[in-house]
């Protein structure tokens, strides 16, 4: 076991009552069977081994291949339980759930058909297919705020975007806690009259920079406003976007992170009464051949980040380097809070002018020519890694906004546990993508949909620290961990994070 990682221990303990099965979009308590035999028989059998179960034929769907819709008892057997139990009897041929079917989840914008990267139907000459999934991620979530109500704040570093953009004005955020052009540092965080969010060259809030172009774009891929019936969608229909302007040189990209460390670190020690809960950064910049070790304090600023709870997104280079040898910051350091992006195109190839590293960038996603805000107001082509990175951190948005509510409960544990259950999402729910394989750490492209189902898969229980843990290491391949149990729970099992993944754990 390499001893150089970040260890992260939860006692998950189960609550009366608690739920550990995600929540689908089915008929709870019905199932389609293909059966052999006539229903009748097999209903009359079926009871007589399991009688709780109280299985009833409802009708036939399919009579010429015999598929009919049965009910049973859903307060006594999950549906993954009944599912089993017909799946192991040699008279059923196929068992599944009732799905309910819905529409797919489309915003009504009128440049949306432009977007191609959420759903591509080769509207710009790519290949159908090579897209986010996004039109059935957003029937689990379009953004906006945590199941319990937390408001989701993703923090865009660049060159600053328009106030006045009409696919914006929604989504920005701002900083409840300060009163406005007062001169006066009114919630304590250290900066003054930072209402609209940081400026690192004037110190002030001046967002809108000179020419935010590039950031405008950023802006409207992490989270242009959706179904407004006007201009384009982001990533998440409704966010907040905390604004920070910075990044010319090291020092301004540690005084940009800064900001949002702050907030997050004011939002954890007041339980959200102060500060902003931030759970994603972007950063669509960086230095082509920058060396780590050359950066420690760049690098380390990602873990300061990760413990409050925040997951940080980093752009590599647009030029076909090997990140691994040749070096880049950040998407070099070696942080487990840090996604490192890499550029795939409309044909679902990697870019050659897109960097790569079997080591250091976790995944590709869609950026070489995708439709996105732009300056004047209007909207326009953006392409580059600095357009596939934010997809991303619009991702992370949508993964705390979902219905899995263990995840959202975790925040206020283990904040940085939760950054990495969301990571993890991120890269378990990847397209494996043969221009990837061998070039990342996943071999894939960044899939909304399915990182969003592997995390209702995975939703994690209501869980607290135990009152006093210890552990030890007598060996390379073992950890023993030591805990005192709780009178009125029940301690089941524990998750461990080596170097960001979990690894399998067994209770003696």
């Known amino acids: 076991m390499n001893t150089r990682f970040v260890f992260s221990i939860l006692i998950l303990l189960l609550w009366q009552g608690l739920s550990l099965q995600a929540q689908s979009k089915i008929v709870k308590g019905e199932v389609l069977l293909q059966i052999q035999g006539s229903e009748s028989a097999f209903v009359e059998s079926i009871n007589k081994k399991y009688s709780s179960l109280n299985l009833n034929?409802?009708?036939?769907?399919?009579?010429?291949?015999?598929?009919?819709?049965?009910?049973?008892?859903?307060?006594?057997?999950?549906?993954?339980?009944?599912?089993?139990?017909?799946?192991?009897?040699?008279?059923?041929?196929?068992?599944?759930?009732?799905?309910?079917?819905?529409?797919r989840a489309v915003p009504n914008d009128g440049e949306y058909p432009f977007q191609w990267q959420y759903n591509n139907e080769g509207q710009s000459g790519g290949t159908e297919g090579a897209?986010?999934?996004?039109?059935?991620?957003?029937?689990?979530?379009?953004?906006?705020?945590?199941?319990?109500?937390?408001?989701?704040?993703?923090?865009?570093?660049?060159?600053?975007?328009?106030?006045?953009?009409?696919?914006?004005?929604?989504?920005?955020?701002?900083?409840?806690?300060?009163?406005?052009?007062n001169l006066i540092d009114d919630d304590g965080n250290g900066y003054v009259d930072d209402y609209l969010g940081w400026n690192t060259d004037d110190l002030n809030d001046?967002?809108?920079?000179?020419?935010?172009?590039?950031?405008?774009?950023?802006?409207?891929?992490?989270?242009?406003?959706?179904?407004?019936?006007?201009?384009?969608?982001?990533?998440?229909?409704?966010?907040?976007?905390?604004?920070?302007?910075?990044?010319?040189?090291?020092?301004?990209?540690?005084?940009?992170?800064?900001?949002?460390?702050?907030?997050?670190?004011?939002?954890?020690?007041?339980?959200?009464?102060?500060?902003?809960?931030?759970?994603?950064?972007?950063?669509?910049?960086?230095?082509?051949?920058?060396?780590?070790?050359?950066?420690?304090?760049?690098?380390?600023?990602?873990?300061?980040?990760g413990a409050e709870g925040v997951l940080n997104v980093g752009a590599t280079a647009n030029n076909n380097i090997d990140v691994d040898v040749a070096g880049d910051l950040p998407t070099g350091c070696s942080s487990d809070y840090l996604v490192s992006v890499t550029n795939v195109n409309h044909f679902n190839d990697k870019l050659n002018a897109?960097?790569?590293?079997?080591?250091?960038?976790?995944?590709g996603a869609y950026g070489e020519g995708v439709w996105t805000l732009n300056i004047n107001g209007a909207t326009g082509t953006f392409g580059g890694t600095s357009a596939a990175a934010p997809h991303v951190t619009g991702a992370i948005g949508l993964l705390y906004a979902s219905n899995c509510s263990g995840l959202d409960e975790l925040t206020d544990i283990d904040p940085a546990a939760a950054a990495l259950w969301a990571k993890q999402s991120i890269l378990e729910g990847v397209v494996p993508n043969n221009t990837l394989a061998g070039l990342t750490t996943s071999n894939g492209v960044l899939n909304l949909n399915n990182s969003l189902l592997w995390l209702e898969e995975n939703c994690p229980s209501a869980c607290i620290t135990a009152p006093t843990l210890d552990f030890s290491l007598p060996d390379s391949n073992t950890v023993n961990i030591n805990w005192e149990t709780l009178a009125s729970e029940e301690v089941v099992g524990f998750h461990c994070w080596f170097s960001g993944n979990p690894v399998d754990t067994t209770c003696i």
Not at 69 to 94: G, M, P, T
Not at 135 to 142: C, F, G, N, P, Y
Not at 156 to 178: A, F
């Open 131 to 181: 897209d986010l999934d996004a039109d059935l991620a957003w029937e689990r979530s379009t953004g906006g705020s945590t199941p319990s109500g937390k408001e989701i704040v993703l923090c865009v570093i660049d060159d600053g975007c328009l106030l006045s953009h009409p696919d914006l004005q929604n989504n920005l955020w701002t900083n409840m806690g300060e009163i406005p052009d």
């Open 206 to 305: 001046d967002i809108e920079g000179v020419l935010p172009d590039h950031g405008m774009a950023v802006c409207g891929i992490v989270g242009a406003d959706g179904n407004n019936n006007q201009g384009v969608t982001g990533v998440n229909w409704t966010t907040k976007i905390m604004v920070v302007l910075g990044g010319g040189t090291e020092a301004q990209a540690l005084t940009a992170y800064a900001y949002p460390l702050k907030m997050r670190e004011m939002w954890n020690a007041s339980n959200g009464t102060e500060g902003a809960f931030v759970v994603a950064t972007n950063a669509s910049w960086g230095v082509n051949g920058g060396q780590p070790e050359e950066a420690p304090l760049w690098c380390t600023v990602y873990d300061l980040l």
């Open 57 to 103: 034929w409802e009708q036939v769907i399919l009579p010429t291949v015999n598929v009919h819709l049965f009910s049973f008892n859903k307060n006594d057997y999950s549906h993954k339980r009944a599912l089993d139990l017909f799946r192991n009897e040699k008279q059923v041929l196929i068992a599944q759930n009732n799905h309910i079917i819905n529409e």
């Open 354 to 363: 897109a960097g790569y590293g079997a080591e250091s960038i976790d995944l």
